[in-house]
């Protein structure tokens, strides 16, 4: 799986949680990391990139996995820092 590949995919999934969020997302590319196993992909509320106003802001936004292998998309947390998500994933 190319990049661009797990970007599409990312992207559908935002889509979904859009719904949830009741806002529109998107993909903070300049965040994203590559990693052997796939993508590590952050995003916020596309209004919070236009304003830079906080209140804009997600909050609960984790980071998720899109795997090269497979392209499934797995979310990590918040409760703990990033690394600790992404070990417990390469495990």
Known sequence: ???HQAEQIALEFLKA???EA???LALLDS???ERNYGWVFFYDSKRHLETG???DALAGNAPFVVTRADGRVHETGTAQPL???LVA???
Do not use: I, N, P
């Open 89 to 91: 994933f390469e495990k």
């Open 1 to 3: 799986m190319t990049k």
């Open 53 to 55: 106003d906080f209140r």
């Open 31 to 33: 965040s994203t990391m």
């Open 83 to 85: 690394e600790h998500y």
């Open 17 to 19: 949680k859009a719904l």
């Open 22 to 24: 009741g806002c529109d």
